[in-house]
């Protein structure tokens, strides 16, 4: 969000040359500027239209603001505010009432007493709500985010002191290279989630913005929990493989740094509201429980839920009417992506294993090196709903997160539509209804749009450019199966 300044059109500005009388209380004669020095004093334009404009009048020093201000009142120009002990003042006057002004040396310039107008709400805040719950002094003060990801730029002005704890769990095998910046497949502590450190680069490129513009989402200060706290989890490793991804170097998150992280973040002493995930692997079109993977994850999604923290997912970005791995196990909250005007965005995933869409397209958020920039995703939607359940849980601690979840959707503006041949409705995240325990908007009937089928025989790896293409890289099976023997890895969704 940038600050937009009000933009006034310049006409050309003729101004007559006027003499200036020595002063009152000043007992030494001044002489009288040329014409093209007072002309210079003022902002071209101001005045023109042949009415009077508010000016600000810039003043050589403080001392100067009540014998110029008494000077002007004797000459008919209106003065409107004198601020003591500053060096400026602001009338109002003609177009000649200005230029005569700008003779007295005691004057430094005259422009326009600009105007500016408020900082925009980011659409994406306004669509869900987020805006009236900030206006309410509902941040999610008192609650942290945990963000799984590829770590944060821990000095970027959105994330300020509130970035309380820091991990990184990252698996290294032959060609992959662990991001803790101590070298080592873990650290914990102030800097183990470093998103700046040199294995993030690559070609001058930050492979790692990812988990900072998710977090940026989610609690920065421009995001949707701007007083919780940040719990940053670096669960990524280089790869340094153009076959598996497609450029020189790619992150992959393995399963056992998953597990690690997900423990780290239960024994944590600091309230945590929710666990964000946005990454993914395989693709599934029913509940992933009883299989191999969800036999692993969701006996520590259930633990952390029972500890009152939520396991946001992000459902994956393959057009695919069912979910990625591991937002299909039922106890995860699975979110798809939906567009600036409530439709269900293009690339998302959706159907009966999506349990709330959120906004996911050109989201504004933070990047490393104190920059923002907009990424589209199911990665950019998943920490809306974490954020979400931080201000929830703020407001009503003593509540379940099980019932604060079913809260979100039972208040979500419902979308209609067709998936895998039957009717589903899935809601869209209205923090403002579930804050209030309104009832749901009116529903939204989608228009259908055909999934790209999921190729047989081939595994879904994400580069580190899809936060800003939502695009994939495929790998054959056998390579699948070489990379899966032993660890599971995701990507970014």
């Known amino acids: ?14 101004l007559m040359p006027l003499a200036g009388p020595a002063f009152a209380d000043d007992p030494t004669p001044t002489p009288t500027p040329s014409p093209s020095a007072s002309q210079d004093k003022v902002e071209d ?11 600000i009048v810039e003043l050589t020093d403080p001392a100067q ?46 422009h326009r007493d600009r105007t500016y107008t408020p900082v925009d709400v ?69 800097g183990a989630a470093d998103a700046m450190t040199a294995k993030c680069l690559a070609d001058s490129v930050n492979l790692c913005d990812h988990g900072t513009h998710v977090a940026g989402i989610a609690a920065g200060t421009g995001g949707v929990a701007p007083g919780a706290k940040i719990v940053a989890v670096q669960v990524f490793s280089r790869v340094n493989d153009e076959d598996i991804c497609g450029e020189p170097a790619c992150l992959l998150a393995f399963e056992s740094s ?34 191999e993977e969800g036999a692993i994850f969701k006996p520590k999604i259930d633990a952390l839920l029972a500890k009152g923290v939520a396991t946001v997912v992000a459902a994956g970005n393959e057009f695919f009417e069912g979910a990625s791995y591991p937002a299909c196990i039922s106890s995860a909250v699975a979110v798809g992506a939906n567009d600036g005007v409530d439709a269900i965005a293009d690339f998302s995933n959706r159907g009966a294993l999506v349990d709330l869409f959120a906004p996911g397209v050109e989201i504004e958020s933070a990047v490393p ?12 939607a998943t920490p809306h709903v974490a954020g979400a359940l931080a201000l929830m849980k ?18 979500g503006r419902p979308y209609v539509y067709e998936a895998n041949g039957t009717q589903v409705t899935t809601p869209r995240l209205d923090l403002a209804a579930a804050l ?35 695009k994939t890289a495929r790998m054959p099976s056998s390579a699948c199966k070489k990379k899966r023997g032993r660890e599971h890895e995701v990507g970014f969704e």
Not at 45 to 55: F, K, N, Q, V, W
Request: proline fraction near 8%.
């Open 65 to 110: 603001n009540a014998p110029v201000a008494s000077q002007a009142a004797a000459e008919s120009v209106d003065v409107l505010l004198q601020p003591q002990n500053q060096s400026f003042m602001v009338v109002e006057g003609t177009a000649e009432e200005l230029a005569k002004l700008a003779e007295d040396p005691r004057v430094t310039s005259i």
């Open 258 to 291: 998953l597990r690690l992280a997900m423990d780290y973040v239960a024994g944590l002493s600091e309230p945590v509201a929710a666990v964000n995930l946005s990454l993914g692997g395989s693709l599934s079109e029913t509940e992933c429980d009883g299989g």
């Open 122 to 190: 980011a659409p994406n805040l306004k669509l869900i709500g987020a805006d009236q719950a900030h206006a309410k002094g509902l941040t999610g003060a008192g609650q942290a985010v945990a963000v799984l990801d590829t770590g944060i730029d821990r000095d970027h002005p959105w994330f300020g002191d509130r970035i309380v704890a820091e991990a990184c769990f990252s698996a290294v095998e032959s060609g992959v290279e662990s991001l803790c910046p101590n070298g080592q497949t873990e650290m914990t502590g102030a």
């Open 1 to 14: 969000m940038r600050l937009r300044h009000l933009i006034v059109c310049s006409i050309a500005l003729a």
């Open 394 to 411: 703020a407001v009503s601690p003593q509540t379940p997160m099980a019932d604060l979840i079913n809260t979100l959707k039972t208040t």
């Open 436 to 470: 209030a325990g309104a009832a749901p908007q009116p529903p939204i009937t989608q228009t259908p749009i055909a999934p790209e089928p999921y190729p047989t025989g081939s595994c879904l790896l994400y580069t580190s450019r899809s936060p800003r293409d939502p």
């Open 369 to 380: 090196d104190n920059q923002t920039t907009a990424y589209s995703g199911t990665s950019m």
């Open 45 to 55: 334009g101001l005045g023109t239209d042949g009415g009077t404009e508010r000016a």
